[in-house]
């Protein structure tokens, strides 16, 4: 079990004028509620750090508090079926430690090197298997929390809508302090990959919303390719070797990052680099997803340290989710999306796009996939020039085509396109947040955006 000394609390003025005033590394709930009650002390905006893996504005605290939960990163109590803990460990260490108690996490989610508060408060993507939910966050069956004005109160399956509430909350109704999360016996699953063309992929169509497999695509416009990995439980599989799955890891997103942004230094003429990076993404997905990882388990992938090998290695991107039964189309839209913005720009992503399917999901008031089943897209660049006038320009494509943000992981999504997604739910839950929150306490400039 995880007995990692918590780090000792500081609370330092911000060297950056449009930072944080003050920053603050909890290692205890009491220290959480003095800074929600000592309102002269650590102004508002309140905003809750994990692992900073988010990649917009929304854990911003400009002329605020920043507090550091990273430091609460204790196991508490491991059961049959739940494992309680703090909200500042990362997923990676809590797989570990629940693989040598022959346990897993439920779900094959991305961004591994999240915190389990950042993954129960904010959405994220998964491979999801039929039967399974489609975020990390549903498998949440108790929540303790501090509330904005400093009161503490648990959050239990008693009380589905405020859990529900609370899930994907983006600590906007209080501060979560400890989580209880269901957890399973280590299961295997298989492991099968194909490709197939734009044209041929979209020719699924109508099957697209009610696939088993957990589906990870690997889009590749300008190759007009598409690299599928399909996840089945299979009760005989081999769980995987933990090696396999770090390795495929950090050739996607450490390796090939690496490389596409040496070439881009090296090779400043873009019609010599592109296709010479194409064919390294097609080579690293052939050879890893064909040669080395045939099965798996969860306990296995979300384990160990692999995004740390990349650690030099930097891309950036943003999320966006579509309703499955719309894929087929809104997947050839967008391979012509990409080819007409680089004939008209010059600018085009140098990483393959990622995608996933996510299985309809209700547990959360905020869930992207609460209407239906969805596919994300994800657009990955190494490059800096350019990017931001891409992603405003995708973000356009994205609501042209009912595209469901992510408060975590979209850029530039506007107030009409959060509307039009959330909907009703959006209004119930700001709602809540004024009851809760009355005096804005927690909410940023980016997120009073959308719930003003």
């Known amino acids: 079990m995880n007995t990692a000394v918590a780090r000792r609390r500081t609370a330092t003025p911000s060297a950056s004028a449009s930072g944080p005033a003050v920053s603050v590394q909890a290692t205890a709930p009491s220290e959480i509620l003095q800074v929600l009650r000592d309102w002269k002390r650590y102004p508002a905006p309140i905003r809750p750090l994990g692992s900073g893996s988010s990649t917009t504005r929304c854990i911003t605290a400009n002329g605020g508090t920043q507090l550091d939960l990273s430091g609460m990163n204790r196991v508490l109590k491991i059961d049959d079926d739940t494992v309680t803990v703090q909200p500042g460990i990362a997923l990676p260490e809590l797989a570990e430690t629940l693989g040598e108690e022959g346990l897993e996490l439920i779900g094959g989610f991305d961004l591994a090197n999240r915190s389990v508060g950042g993954a129960v408060c904010g959405a994220g993507l998964e491979a999801s298997i039929a039967g399974d939910v489609g975020q990390f966050a549903a498998h949440v069956v108790q929540l303790k929390v501090l509330s904005p004005t400093g009161k503490k109160f648990v959050v239990t399956g008693k009380t589905k809508s405020l859990l529900a509430l609370m899930r994907l909350s983006y600590g906007l109704l209080g501060i979560v302090y400890e989580v209880t999360l269901r957890v399973r016996p280590v299961r295997g699953f298989a492991v099968q990959s194909a490709k197939a063309s734009f044209k041929d992929f979209a020719k699924l169509g109508e099957r697209l919303p ?148 996510l299985n309809r999901d209700r547990s959360a008031l905020l869930s992207p996939s609460f209407d239906s089943s969805v596919f994300t897209i994800s657009p990955l660049s190494t490059q800096a020039d350019g990017w931001d006038d891409f992603v405003f320009d995708f973000a356009e494509f994205a609501a042209s085509h009912h595209g469901i943000p992510f408060f975590n992981q979209t850029k530039n999504a506007t107030p009409d396109a959060v509307t039009k997604a959330f909907g009703n739910r959006l209004a119930f839950f700001n709602k809540v947040r004024r009851e809760l929150d009355p005096d804005d306490r927690l909410l940023n400039q980016y997120f009073g955006m959308y719930f003003s």
């Open 210 to 357: 009610t696939a088993t497999a957990g589906m990870k695509l690997y889009l590749l416009p300008f190759r007009d390719r598409i690299y599928f990995e399909l996840r089945r439980p299979a009760a005989d599989a081999d769980p995987g070797k933990k090696f396999a799955w770090r390795f495929k890891d950090w050739a996607v997103y450490s390796a090939l990052p690496e490389a596409a942004r040496s070439l881009g230094l090296a090779l400043p003429i873009r019609q010599l680099r592109y296709p010479l990076i194409d064919s390294l993404s097609e080579v690293a997905q052939s050879l890893v997803n064909n040669a080395l990882v045939r099965s798996g388990s969860n306990a296995v992938e979300q384990s160990g340290r692999y995004r740390m090998l990349g650690s030099k290695s930097r891309f950036t991107y943003t999320t966006w989710a579509f309703p499955a039964s719309e894929f087929a189309n809104t997947v050839l839209a967008y391979k012509l999306f990409c080819k007409e913005y680089y004939a008209r720009t010059g600018f085009r992503c140098d990483m393959p796009a990622v995608s996933f399917r």
